[in-house]
């Protein structure tokens, strides 16, 4: 047994030594040098047809085995993706549909106390309830636009470009909206809405500009939306969990998304997903 275990090593050490002597050339696989080395350990009747098969296929079996993990993992973040969807639609019904309603209905019974005590001249009472009535107000529109953002209703109803569209009416500064889009899979939609919206708000925030353009496109297969500004540029997509975030919202449908922002020519936001 000892001398069957030094015969081994010593088999092993000549291998070594080989394989250092005569290196295999750069341009050769390495299945070359391992057939060499199986096959001087191995004894000159090895096959060394079978060893290079068993290789093949043992290297078949990995990334077969690689390739099923990675698209376990895409499905995965597709699931995630999703179930965080539905869940922004449900906050944004609840909201609507609870809250935005019970303020609604709180509103109007402030206007009538309000003509109540007017009608029995009780212009302080008047007054205080027009305090009142003017923070509901400014309450019921924070809560609006909440909801809005959570998951915004004409995104359901009407699709991506009108709530685009309506969200650019309320943005500070110019945005040119241009092209358009049909109706797509609604997480196709609200890829392309998130995206449109984080890169309005960061151009908003940041970049100091003038004017965002929005492009709207659909072509072989492909729906896109690119978003530019005139600012000051710097933008990276390492920087920040939200940029990163969509980063992660686009790969989970199969798109991409690409940012250029060089300083001092602005900020451009490209993304795009299959679609049929």
Known sequence: ???????????????????????????????????????????????????????????????????????????????IIEAADKERRRLERDLHDGAQQQLVTLLL?????????????????????????????????????????????VLVQSGVAPAIRTLAERCPIQVDVTGDLDRLEPRLEAVLYFVAAEAITNAVKHSKGQRICVELRRRSGRASVDVSDDGVGGAELSRGSGLVGLSDRVAAVGGRLNIESNKPHGTRLHAEVPCR
């Open 1 to 79: 047994m000892v001398s069957t275990d030094i015969r081994a090593i010593q088999r092993l050490r000549a291998a070594d030594s080989l394989a250092v002597a005569h290196p295999a050339p750069a341009a050769r696989p390495r299945f070359g040098h391992l057939i060499r080395i199986n096959a001087y350990w191995f004894g000159p009747s090895a096959d060394w047809r079978a060893i290079a098969v068993q290789l093949a296929l043992e290297n078949a079996r990995l990334q077969a085995q690689l390739r099923a993990q990675l698209d376990q993992v895409r499905q995965s973040r597709a699931r």
């Open 109 to 153: 019974s402030l206007q009538l106390a309000k003509a109540e005590a007017l009608e029995h001249s009780d212009p302080n009472t008047a007054h205080m309830l027009d305090g009142s009535i003017e923070s509901l107000r400014q309450a019921l529109d924070e809560l609006r636009s909440l909801a809005r953002g959570i998951h915004p209703t």
